[in-house]
């Protein structure tokens, strides 16, 4: 297989675009297509200050690496969740993360071939980590079988603590945007999930860009939630980016990557199927499919930690936490 | 395994309603079920007159069957399609409805423990039969390669000739009301197909009840859509119908049966994850998901043969067929 660009060996071939590849080339194209999906989704400008949610996996370290490129005022930040049970999950995470940042590859020019940074003024990114063993006492399994009586996966109580650290982070050091990594494959196995049950309210806020909706929230963006894993898999490798190959070991076996394996089935038997449930899920919201399902909810500030929430005294995260002053 | 109501041995264990029934007990069942589809989604009264489409299969059989014990006016309409190779699918389809019909099975009270039957007035069912290739001068497969220059498989001329032919006839002979043997199976493969790829004309359209939105034109209803297949297979073996096993060899390998075959994992991984797709989707279209997609299409007469159609000169039928005068 030939790069359809300069006839070198192709690195991809993507069918469902009918499009192979060289290295090179791909890293051009990956580019052009996050820019281009940060456009059309009107997910954020140059003079706005993004913070990239990083976990030490391909799809994060490859926004992040993307967005640098693109001369994107692009800060990290990475949740330490005391995950290192069976393997030392949390702890090669930020590993990874600090080997991308000190290695810096994104300052690098690919010489007279790479149109991507040429034009571009170097951005210096800075990494927050908050380790939440350390600052709210317990690790991520922890917390969840003194709360979940031992039932169940932890995943529940570590997207809470996520969503929450990383909204409140993101809105106290004055970041207009808060950027995760959710590829194609991910959006598509949510989409597909809540398609099952047709959650008309979630299928509502399913979306590239979600609007700050209230005052302490900040705007959220996914801007690779059109590539397939595999073509993020294939930037990284291509950036020669070293990143966490293990999957969170709580994740194993759940109904998300049951789904996934269906989905895949589907890709399978027609290239650009999930693509394609994805763009037209878009359109079809865009043309108002779910827009009566759009409640805007109340929001009050927590009794705890002023955070927005739903809750009239304290909030989700400050219940399960069981936090009775503000950690700062 | 037992039945739940009397403890005689269980012939089907239905996991996602947590229910066995012995042959008696799951025969009243599935009556009483389809007699609440009629209800709920307003399909016909006992005063209208009803035409089942029947194939000779045990979805199409076991409805017509169910619809004459409840002593409904139901007749039936068989379309012989001249698919008679590799096998003789067409004329064995034919012969088994013959046979539901002398048996006159329905009419048999299944004694002191039959509640379905003991209180109806029995009504003597008519079936029509059309066949295609004595009135039309061509079989599905026949014109279908005249048409089609011999790409791809017959069903587009299939469908399109048996939406024609049942409507038709249905309107003709002054029958309210169109019922076809469409099982949850059936309904979950539509809807998935028209969900992937988020066509919201179809969704706005996908319903047990499809009103006569224009003169001419003849409720449609399925009354089994809430009823798995295995369900309908289990309702004609207690009732001791015979039906055609085969499939039409031109399914063989469709994408329909491929993403049959993605549904069934989801459903055993998850039993009732079918029906809830279906009943969920029902929910949100019902609560005005896919009302803006609603259009309301202009319908001329045709030009030939009368029938209500979009087309401003002549149908699709009579196109297709070459109809240059009303066939009667």
Request: charged share 25%; hydrophobic share 35%.
């Amino acid at each position: 297989m030939r790069c359809r660009k300069c006839d070198e060996r192709a690195v991809i071939n993507m069918r469902h675009h009918k499009l192979s590849l060289c290295g090179d080339h791909y890293g051009e194209w990956f580019v052009a297509q996050i820019e281009r999906a940060i456009e059309k989704y009107k997910m954020f400008t140059r003079d706005e200050r993004i913070l990239v949610a990083v976990s030490g996996g391909k799809d994060s370290l490859s926004l992040w690496d993307v967005l640098l490129r693109l001369g994107y005022q692009a800060d990290g930040m990475y949740i330490g969740l005391g995950i290192n049970t069976p393997i030392p999950y949390s702890d090669a995470s930020l590993e990874m993360t600090r080997k991308f940042l000190a290695r810096g590859g994104w300052r690098e020019s690919g010489g007279d071939g790479d149109s991507v940074t040429s034009n571009v003024t170097p951005y210096t990114p800075f990494l927050h980590v908050v380790d939440v063993p350390e600052v709210y006492g317990k690790s991520i399994p922890e917390i969840s079988r003194a709360k979940m009586r031992g039932q169940g996966r932890p995943c529940a109580a570590c997207g809470l603590t996520k969503r929450y650290v990383m909204n409140r982070l993101a809105h106290e050091r004055g970041y207009a945007v808060l950027a995760t990594g959710h590829n194609l494959d991910d959006e598509v196995a949510v989409l597909f999930q809540n398609t099952l049950r047709w959650q008309t309210g979630y299928l509502a806020r399913q979306a590239p860009t979600l609007p700050a909706s209230h005052e302490g929230l900040v705007r959220k963006v996914k801007p690779l939630c059109r590539m397939y894993e595999r073509e993020t898999a294939t930037y990284a490798v291509v950036r020669g980016i070293d990143y966490i190959y293990d999957e969170c070991p709580h994740a194993a076996g759940n109904q998300m990557n049951f789904h996934k394996t269906l989905l895949n089935q589907l890709e399978t038997e027609s290239p650009g199927a999930k693509l394609s449930f994805y763009l037209e899920f878009l359109r079809a919201r865009g043309e108002g499919a779910f827009d009566q399902f759009n409640e805007t909810v109340e929001l009050h500030a927590c009794e705890i930690c002023g955070q927005p929430t739903t809750a009239p005294g304290r909030c989700a995260f400050c219940r399960m936490w069981d936090v009775s002053a503000i950690v700062q």
